[in-house]
């Protein structure tokens, strides 16, 4: 099993605080030659009858490790998994999860720009309060 971003337990709560119902912890995907491991599935019923389910990538930004190179793998790795969903036909959103702070201090302009041209979706949360705070389709 893959290693647990540190505010892995703090998106989860934000997420079940926003009406999701966390369905797989984490979301096993399997290629014939490539695994992975992409760290929630979350359902939600929408207008009382069609449900949602999306799943979510969380990344932490680590206090003592370069935000850059983060931010490198991150986006990277979302592009991976995306890929790899597609692979298997597998229709299902994909959202990378950053705490506030780091897309405050971390997501300028250039970023910006790289997850709109690349269609990343992202979901932010405030990790103190364990709220999403915007979501960014």
């Not at 505010?7 to 979301?27: M, N, S, Y």
């Not at 009858?49 to 190179?69: D, N, R």
């Not at 979302?78 to 959202?95: C, G, H, K, P, Q």
């Amino acid at each position: 099993m893959p290693a647990v971003d540190q505010c892995h337990e703090q998106v989860k709560r934000a997420l079940q605080k926003d009406g999701w119902h966390i369905t797989a912890d984490p979301f096993p995907l399997f290629l014939t030659y490539r695994a992975a491991y992409i760290d929630l599935e979350a359902t939600k019923g929408v207008n009382g009858t069609q449900e949602q389910i999306i799943l979510v990538e969380v990344k932490c930004f680590a206090e003592g490790q370069a935000p850059t190179t983060q931010l490198y793998t991150a986006i990277g790795q979302y592009i991976v998994y995306r890929a790899m969903l597609a692979e298997e036909d597998i229709n299902t959103s994909l959202f990378l999860s950053v705490p506030e702070a780091t897309f405050d201090m971390v997501f300028d302009d250039v970023i910006k720009r790289v997850v709109g041209e690349n269609a990343i979706r992202i979901v932010i949360v405030d990790l103190e309060s364990e709220q999403i705070v915007r979501w960014i389709t």
